[in-house]
């Protein structure tokens, strides 16, 4: 429930009891019932008025909103520290002629021993036709081979595609490490532990 009040919002949130609301516990809400509390804006200010919570809010303008956006917003965040943290892999894998993301299907590949590529889509997070592409180019370099396997189609790697990645494990440390400092311990052990 909601409405405008001179240039402000006010927002309004029901006083809820411990099971079921009803009349008796609405009228009683100081003594026996507890706030649904719902995560308001900054700025926000509090009216007591029981049996309901009363939040009136400054209302903001487009390009307050998108001010407070892009200072603030994690995905904005999360996709530049992508950004950053690829292109440090980038440079370091560049001069095997290597790609962070194909690099992701030769290990994901090598631990799961031949693999139908919509098995691979899933352990990468990652749409087929995406994969689809970086299978192409790595079947091309002689880094992986497909196989049919009755009506399954399957991936491993080559000969060639171990040694690749046996020689990508130094520069990966290397670049890991500079991630690592860039990032500082309390930012990587948060990633490390995402829930995927």
């Known amino acids: 429930?909601?409405?405008?009040?001179?240039?402000e919002r006010v927002v309004v949130r029901r006083w809820t009891g411990s099971g079921t609301v009803q009349r008796q516990a609405e009228r009683r809400a100081h003594e026996h019932a507890h706030l649904q509390f719902i995560?308001?804006?900054p700025g926000a200010r509090e009216v007591?008025?029981?049996?309901?919570?009363?939040?009136?809010?400054?209302?903001?303008?487009?390009?307050d909103v998108a001010r407070t956006m892009a200072e603030q917003c994690l995905a904005i965040r999360s996709r530049r520290l992508s950004?950053?943290?690829?292109?440090?892999?980038?440079?370091?894998?560049?001069?095997?002629?290597?790609?962070?993301?194909?690099?992701?299907?030769?290990?994901?590949?090598?631990?799961?021993?031949?693999?139908?590529?919509?098995?691979v889509a899933r352990a990468l997070d990652v749409d087929k036709s995406t994969l689809s592409r970086n299978l192409r180019r790595m079947v091309a370099a002689g880094w992986v081979r497909e196989r049919s396997d009755g009506a399954l189609k399957r991936v491993e790697l080559t000969r060639a595609g171990r040694e690749l990645?046996?020689?990508?494990h130094p520069l990966w440390r290397r670049a890991q490490q500079r991630a690592h400092d860039l990032l500082g311990a309390r930012i990587v052990d948060a990633l490390m532990h995402l829930d995927t």
């Open 39 to 41: 995560h308001e804006a």
């Open 1 to 7: 429930m909601g409405g405008d009040l001179h240039g």
């Open 48 to 63: 007591d008025t029981p049996p309901f919570q009363l939040y009136i809010q400054p209302s903001m303008r487009a390009e």
């Open 165 to 168: 990645l046996a020689a990508a």
């Open 83 to 119: 950004r950053v943290v690829t292109r440090l892999f980038d440079a370091a894998l560049r001069p095997l002629g290597l790609t962070p993301a194909q690099l992701t299907v030769l290990v994901v590949v090598e631990r799961g021993g031949p693999a139908a590529p919509s098995v």
